[in-house]
């Protein structure tokens, strides 16, 4: 469900933007690194994408069969499954690709980190999960949890590594949230250049139905080369959305 006060936010953002870059993001992070050393970075192309045709199936695009039914989106707004087999969304306006939403599904049974956090958590690996039990959705959120504190940490390394002293690091704070029937996580992380203004920004959500761990992202990147929106602004108007369409999934 759209919730008003994130509507309120993202208008706030929008309307200080850049001050908000600079001095209203960081306030949404749980935590800060100021990194150290600096490596040049390079850009990576945008390869084209288009959106589809919402009545006409796209073979291999898994959003065709997740995506739920009534998205509700901005005003003269279309939410798609783009053309191809890449598992993009297209979010679009007038015929205008805006910025796409990219999701990964990974079986469990070839990622032995995640199956080290579910057996810390206090689920065997191959346990048939059953989610009405509140019991099994804390256990699943505390290994979700655990495998993003891992995430957290390698992206901060990285970012060191790659953007020296000037950008700050912030990670979002982990919320709870429903991705379809599923118990799942929102994160994310915020880059703030030194001298003010926004470097990028990943939100992202996390869950797992007992075989596949399913990761949606979305940002605003320069560097990116697809699951990002190329204006900031339309970003900010499309994330209080966010949480709908992963709670409307098909999952």
Same mark, same amino acid.
């Given at each position: 469900?759209?919730?008003?006060?994130?509507?309120?936010?993202?208008?706030?953002?929008?309307?200080?933007?850049?001050?908000?870059?600079?001095?209203?993001?960081?306030?949404?992070?749980?935590?800060?690194?100021?990194?150290?050393?600096?490596?040049?970075?390079?850009?990576?192309?945008?390869?084209?994408?288009?959106?589809?045709?919402?009545?006409?199936?796209?073979?291999?695009?898994?959003?065709?069969?997740?995506?739920?039914?009534?998205?509700?989106?901005?005003?003269?707004?279309?939410?798609?499954?783009?053309?191809?087999?890449?598992?993009?969304?297209?979010?679009?306006?007038?015929?205008?690709?805006?910025?796409?939403?990219?999701?990964?599904?990974?079986?469990?049974?070839?990622?032995?980190?995640?199956?080290?956090?579910?057996?810390?958590?206090?689920?065997?690996?191959?346990?048939?999960?059953?989610?009405?039990?509140?019991?099994?959705?804390?256990?699943?959120?505390?290994?979700?949890?655990?495998?993003?504190?891992?995430?957290?940490?390698?992206?901060?390394?990285?970012?060191?590594?790659?953007?020296?002293?000037?950008?700050?690091?912030?990670?979002?704070?982990?919320?709870?949230?429903?991705?379809?029937?599923?118990?799942?996580?929102?994160?994310?992380?915020?880059?703030?250049?030194?001298?003010?203004?926004?470097?990028?920004? &990943? @939100?992202?959500?996390? #869950? %797992? $139905?007992? *075989? =596949?761990? &399913? @990761?949606?992202?979305? #940002? %605003? $990147?320069? *560097? =990116?080369?697809?699951?990002?929106?190329?204006?900031?602004?339309?970003?900010?108007?499309?994330?209080?959305?966010?949480?709908?369409?992963?709670?409307?999934?098909?999952?």
């Amino acid at each position: 469900m759209l919730r008003v006060y994130h509507i309120f936010i993202a208008a706030l953002l929008l309307l200080l933007m850049p001050f908000g870059a600079k001095f209203i993001l960081p306030y949404f992070s749980g935590t800060k690194v100021e990194p150290k050393n600096q490596v040049a970075s390079t850009s990576k192309a945008s390869p084209p994408v288009k959106p589809g045709n919402p009545s006409t199936p796209i073979g291999g695009n898994v959003w065709q069969k997740v995506l739920g039914k009534n998205i509700v989106v901005p005003s003269g707004w279309q939410v798609v499954p783009c053309q191809g087999t890449e598992p993009l969304l297209c979010v679009s306006a007038k015929g205008e690709v805006l910025g796409t939403l990219e999701m990964s599904v990974s079986q469990v049974s070839q990622n032995p980190n995640f199956q080290k956090h579910l057996v810390d958590a206090g689920i065997s690996f191959g346990t048939k999960l059953d989610y009405k039990n509140s019991s099994n959705q804390n256990k699943v959120l505390a290994a979700l949890k655990a495998w993003s504190g891992d995430y957290y940490a390698a992206l901060s390394k990285d970012r060191q590594k790659g953007n020296g002293n000037k950008i700050i690091f912030s990670t979002h704070p982990l919320e709870n949230i429903s991705v379809g029937k599923l118990p799942g996580i929102r994160y994310g992380f915020t880059g703030i250049k030194a001298e003010g203004g926004l470097q990028e920004q &990943y @939100i992202s959500y996390a #869950a %797992f $139905d007992g *075989n =596949a761990l &399913y @990761i949606i992202s979305t #940002a %605003f $990147d320069p *560097n =990116a080369a697809k699951g990002k929106f190329e204006k900031l602004e339309n970003l900010v108007i499309f994330q209080p959305y966010l949480d709908a369409i992963a709670e409307n999934l098909n999952l």
